[in-house]
């Protein structure tokens, strides 16, 4: 398989087609090692298969992968729960970092050779994807590739909640549950460097201890404390400005009842449940805003929009070494069904991935 990049000379001479006078291609091998699902269930449907090389189309980018994330969005879809978008790969996998190994002619701002990272809306557990050029990082000169395909997924996440939806001020409090997860350990460092006032919920104290190493100023057992009398004693009955909550269920209620007066409540995931009874006279009373969203089903274009914005205001922090992932364990990409074992059974502390290459 050969991909042709097209390279601009504004020195050619006028004998040449305009533009496009220097042709470089390199031969990619036409097929590739997924992880396919074998039908949905349990971690064993997971299992290595061949697939064609896919082929970038306009505004797209090959990339070569080193390595891919592990999300809790991951499991679900292997289950069934969570089917990717119509025009997104069956492939699972949402974020990735590697080598652009080809480009779209009208792709300008990758060239091949070029460490990037990036979001996939699938196609991560693979050898190769193909991704919009728009939806790539550099990859910072402090990371390797194996460290920066741990970033897109939760960082993206993170700003589109916390800082978009939840407009997070600096001197604000945010409580974040699941604080030793990919995503809560993200968040406290970035809610941390943003100025803000840190609570987790944890399940042991080992988590507890990760998270407090990281930033939060408070961490609080589940198991052995109930949070919103920990919040409450704690802030004097005020509440927190702000609630990340991946639970759901009746989680809600109680974070509402620990809402400062003008709190805003995001939820990015439902473990828990889906479904919740709230008191909206609280809601009024307290003048809070609920709100919540998902990253991997927006179009395109608001993807790039979103990508944009992280690249200005937290890239930075990222290329300074103040904000890094997390991690717990990688696996390599056959052993992805072990992968999500572990992802399954609560004991990690941040992110898992796959070494590909």
């Known amino acids: 398989m050969s991909f042709s990049v097209m390279v601009y000379n504004p020195a050619a001479s006028s004998a040449s087609p305009p533009g496009l006078i220097v042709m470089l291609s390199t031969e990619i091998a036409s097929e590739m090692t997924v992880i396919a699902c074998a039908g949905f269930g349990g971690p064993e449907v997971l ?8 082929s970038p189309g306009p505004g797209e980018v090959l990339i070569k992968i080193a390595a891919a ?5 991951d499991l679900l879809q292997r289950k069934g729960k969570y089917p990717p978008p119509p025009d997104a790969s069956d492939i699972i996998g949402l974020e990735i970092a590697g080598t652009v190994v080809a480009t779209a002619p009208d792709v300008t701002q990758w060239m091949r050779g070029d460490k990037v990272c990036a979001l996939l809306a699938g196609g991560g557990y693979a050898e190769y994807a193909t991704v919009p050029a728009a939806h790539c990082l550099p990859v910072p000169d402090n990371l390797n590739l194996a460290q920066a395909a741990l970033l897109p997924e939760a960082i993206i996440t993170v700003y589109a909640n916390i800082f978009e939806n939840a407009a997070l001020q600096p001197g604000e409090t945010i409580l974040i549950h699941g604080g030793s997860s990919g995503i809560g350990t993200t968040a406290i460092q970035m809610a941390r460097l943003h100025g803000a006032r840190v609570f987790v919920t944890v399940g042991t104290a080992e988590k507890a201890a990760a998270c407090r190493a990281l930033g939060a100023d408070m961490a609080v057992n589940y198991n052995e404390q ?4 920990t919040i409450n004693a704690i802030t004097g009955h005020r509440g927190v400005d702000v609630v990340l909550d991946m639970i759901g269920g009746d989680y809600i209620a109680r974070n509402l009842s620990i809402l400062a007066p003008r709190g805003r409540h995001v939820s990015i995931a439902t473990q828990k449940g889906a479904k919740a009874e709230i008191d909206m006279r609280m809601v009024m009373h307290k003048n809070l805003v609920i709100t919540g969203s998902t990253l991997r089903g927006r179009p395109a274009t ?15 922090w990222v290329a300074a070494g103040r904000l890094k992932p997390v991690v717990f364990q990688y696996f390599s990409l056959k052993n992805a069904a072990e992968a999500h074992k572990v992802m399954e059974s609560g004991a990690h502390i941040g992110k898992i991935g796959l070494e590909v290459s």
């Open 69 to 73: 994330g592990v999300n809790r969005a």
């Open 302 to 316: 608001k993807k790039a929009r979103l990508i944009a914005a992280v690249t200005r205001d937290i890239w930075p």
């Open 47 to 54: 299992t290595p298969a061949l697939r064609p090389v896919p």
């Open 226 to 229: 109930d949070f919103t009398a």
